[in-house]
């Protein structure tokens, strides 16, 4: 899925290295929609479909459809607290050893940055209410939290940043 993602929108994959080993990447997508029509008009969606039924992803069967119904209420909940725009801050990690070093900071702040040169005047995330570090990572890079929203594994906080 993120290859596919990386296909259609290039311009937000940032990956952090040292010494030629990956620490973390972050992964910005200018447009959403984009991504999403994307997905549909070139089949991804049915051929993800198909490879989760015969076992790929690692996905268990009875699994599948609360997976479905997640990622529906993600693409519903997709326009919801914005003003500006559809980009967003898809997917952020550092590897545990990499930790406590300002990588993130530093994949936030660069994805920013791309996000201001391509003229997007709002980026948004959801991240988990619990996830304490990166909710304080977030606040020191700029975002601010406008609303929740729910999926069937809980409350998402919904932030956005002005890059
Ligand atoms: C969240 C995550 C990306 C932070 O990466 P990182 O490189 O360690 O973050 P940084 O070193 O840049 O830290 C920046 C700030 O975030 C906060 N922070 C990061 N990790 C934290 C933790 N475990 N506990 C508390 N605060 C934390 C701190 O405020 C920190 O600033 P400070 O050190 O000046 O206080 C990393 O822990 C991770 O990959 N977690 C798993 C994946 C994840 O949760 N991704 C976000 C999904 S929305």
């Not at 997917?91 to 702040?109: C, E, H, I, K, Y």
């Amino acid at each position: 899925m993120w290859s596919f993602i990386r296909e259609v929108e290039p311009r937000g994959f940032l990956a952090a290295r040292e010494n030629g080993e990956l620490l973390g990447y972050a992964i910005y997508v200018p447009s959403l929609k984009r991504v999403q029509r994307a997905a549909i008009m070139r089949g991804a969606i049915v051929r993800w479909a198909l490879a989760a039924l015969r076992g790929g992803f690692g996905i268990r069967l009875r699994a599948i459809p609360n997976i479905l119904l997640n990622k529906l209420l993600f693409v519903r909940s997709g326009s919801r607290y914005r003003s500006r725009g559809d980009a967003q801050l898809l997917n952020l990690a550092v590897d545990p050893a990499a930790q406590g070093r300002g990588v993130a900071t530093a994949l936030v702040s660069a994805g920013l940055l791309v996000m201001r040169d391509l003229g997007l005047a709002e980026v948004r995330l959801e991240v988990r209410p619990w996830n304490r570090g990166a909710l304080r990572l977030y606040e020191k890079t700029g975002w601010r939290e406008v609303g929740r929203t729910r999926d069937l594994e809980g409350e998402w906080v919904v932030m956005v940043a002005n890059p």
